[in-house]
């Protein structure tokens, strides 16, 4: 069983899943846009997923789910501690354009004073499971993301398509054992809650999307779970924020001349996203009294720099006073992870890494998948940069290494075959926050990603991994 299912079939059997599995896929709906036509629904694929669902311990999931609130405490924390931002990302914003124009913006709004008194976190929050000496594997943390958390959508569908597969070769019992999910929902939850705090019955919800967006069915399942709440979603470029939006003398945002109660991200996370004109929509964005999923603040804990620092002794004890069993959740699924600031401590890590390469990964603050360096490239660029101050605007991790196992990776114009994956478990968790008072704080289901194991970096966005389901052991 830990090579997978993959044995139990011959080749010529395994074709004829797989096309069984695709057609159920599309009849689902586990959809994506393709990369010819990105903006249009006229011709659409599926998502990429995976033969068979992807065998992991019960344990670390159930880990993995009952560490998830205290995530999001601690996101909600940091991100309201503008003393530990400031000091955090100080060397960083020197050397990384992209983190300093997000730290502007929230200077900007800390100074002119927060309009906001609603706020919403939608997260996910990801693993890799470590392998142990002893055969047994840990739950270690990748990172945490804060902004456009995608695949909650799919997530809910994938888990009827491994369920037919499994049924087709008679393994009812098992089929059985495939967890329902619905992130979707639970993420559309926490936007209504938000959307009934802010308090005002005809406001709208803005969705801020990218003109190219292959993963849009992903969004519109939440949309729909809205609009069955009779929350109605408007989808707007910041482009269009730029033209079309303003604020009153309350800093109420109007969009098209209708007030919005809940700004929601699905795009503003990456460089390559933002033109000038993209960044004055922002700013007017987190000026405004509406509630931004994420604001500006919670944006930053989101980053690399934020992750490392938590790691630091003492850290997650100051953010989190008085919830010591909290801290010792969230130090458990901790990797190594270290600074590169100027100083010795940076001298010392990189001299580690440089000592052993394939034991380390180096992170720039970025999101979205393919910014990381690995083995021959990271010992490159720590050359590089050993000795200059933009070395700070990296992180560098330990390496998670997992025990790799057999699956079938589907997709669009690729041979059917079972190759070495791994995987990565994600939680989305959602909070609530008005005022000082948290009233939401759950999780809301999970998602699997297995890529195979020759790729180092890369989500299903990024082309490399594809949806999976856990399958518990
Ligand atoms: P991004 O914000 O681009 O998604 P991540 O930190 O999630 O950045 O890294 C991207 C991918 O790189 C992950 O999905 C995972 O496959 C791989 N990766 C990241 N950190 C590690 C690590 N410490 N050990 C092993 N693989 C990692
Ligand atoms: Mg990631």
Redesign the pocket.
Known sequence: MATGWGSILRDEQLEEMARQAVDRALAEGVLLRTSQEPSSSDVVSYAPFTLFPSLVPSALLEQAYAVQMDFNMLVDAVSQNAAFLEQTLSSTIKRDNFTACLFDIHKQVLKEGIAQTVFLGLNRS?Y?FQRNADGSAALKQ??I?TISASFGGLASRTPAVHRHVLNVLSKTKEAAKILSNNPSKGLALGIAKAWELYGSANALVLLIAQEKERNIFDQRAIENELLARNIHVIRRRFEDVSEKGSLDQDRRLFMDGQEVAVVYFRDGYMPSQYSPQNWEARLLLERSCAVKCPDIATQLAGT?KVQQELSRMGILEMLLPGQPESVARLRATF?GLYSLDMGEEGDLAIAEALAAPSQF?L?PQ???????LYGEEMVQALERLKESEERASYIL????EAEPFGNCLLRPGSPVQVVQCIS?LGIFGVYVRQGKTLVMNKHVGHLLRT?AMEH????VAAGV?VLDNPYPV
């Not at 970025?366 to 990381?372: D, F, K, L, M, S």
């Not at 991790?397 to 998670?400: D, L, R, S, T």
């Open positions: 990801d890799m990748i990172e993301n690399k990797a990964v992170k970025r999101e979205g998948g393919g910014n990381n991790m330990e390496k998670i990565e890529k180092a970096d890369g989500g991994a």
